[in-house]
T-cell receptor, first 118, second 114 residues
Framework: AQSVTQLDSQVPVFEEAPVELRCNYSSSVSVYLFWYVQYPNQGLQLLLKYLSGSTLVKGINGFEAEFNKSQTSFHLRKPSVHISDTAEYFC????????????????FGQGTILTVHP | ETGVTQSPTHLIKTRGQQVTLRCSSQ?????VSWYQQALGQGPQFIFQ???????GRGNFPPRFSGLQFPNYSSELNVNALELDDSALYLCASSGGQGSYNEQFFGPGTRLTVL
């Protein structure tokens, strides 16, 4: 079983400032890690994913995240945010082909609302 | 290439009624997953269908059921609606059942139970 904790429910920042959205996870098996963004009244869009290899992954819209296995974290960062980055962000994990009844299951955190102020 | 579509966009039902939500997968995708997103929460996995068979299920009661059709479109059925079933229901399709396959999400159906 997996669980995800997003440490901040809301993060307000000013435009062009850097931002970090924190995510910690717990799992009894190896996992794949994801960050999704959700704009108001829309579905989820994949920002980036960690499957294997380099622990620093780059995604769309200038976002990046670093997988830290020892700290079981996958924090999302952007060096300079824009007004258009205002949205809710979700961290999610999936067991690596664990099989059984949890085959397709993405486990999400509670979400972090990022608000970028001018 | 057409993305994942869902219908209807919004729906209002009363407690005890039954509802059917529909999802059309992205072209070429044979796997569909359904999620429930309550207000202010992250999505919760309901179940996954692969080639018309349910092959994964979250912690939801049997009154939540689904179907996947030969063209890989899908339905989510909820019987005996309860007030707590009010949520955004998201459908996601992927090119395979493996955990490494990216899930592409539709815009969701907003269900309100009165």
């Amino acid at each position: 079983a997996q669980s995800v904790t997003q440490l901040d429910s809301q993060v307000p920042v000013f435009e062009e400032a850097p931002v970090e959205l924190r995510c910690n996870y717990s799992s009894s098996v190896s996992v794949y890690l994801f960050w999704y963004v959700q704009y108001p009244n829309q579905g989820l869009q994949l920002l980036l994913k960690y499957l294997s290899g380099s622990t620093l992954v780059k995604g769309i819209n200038g976002f990046e995240a670093e997988f830290n296995k020892s700290q079981t974290s996958f924090h999302l960062r952007k060096p300079s945010v824009h007004i258009s980055d205002t949205a809710e962000y979700f961290c999610a994990v999936r067991g690596r082909d664990a099989g059984g009844t949890s085959y397709g299951k993405l486990t999400f955190g509670q979400g972090t609302i990022l608000t970028v102020h001018p | 290439e057409t993305g994942v579509t869902q219908s209807p966009t919004h729906l209002i039902k009363t407690r005890g009624q039954q509802v059917t939500l529909r999802c059309s997968s992205q072209s070429g995708h044979n796997t569909v997953s359904w999620y429930q997103q309550a207000l202010g929460q992250g999505p919760q996995f309901i179940f996954q269908y692969y080639r018309e068979e349910e092959n994964g299920r979250g912690n939801f009661p049997p009154r939540f059921s689904g179907l996947q059709f030969p063209n890989y479109s899908s339905e989510l059925n909820v019987n005996a609606l309860e007030l707590d079933d009010s949520a955004l229901y998201l459908c996601a399709s992927s090119g395979g059942q493996g955990s490494y396959n990216e899930q592409f999400f539709g815009p969701g159906t907003r269900l309100t139970v009165l």
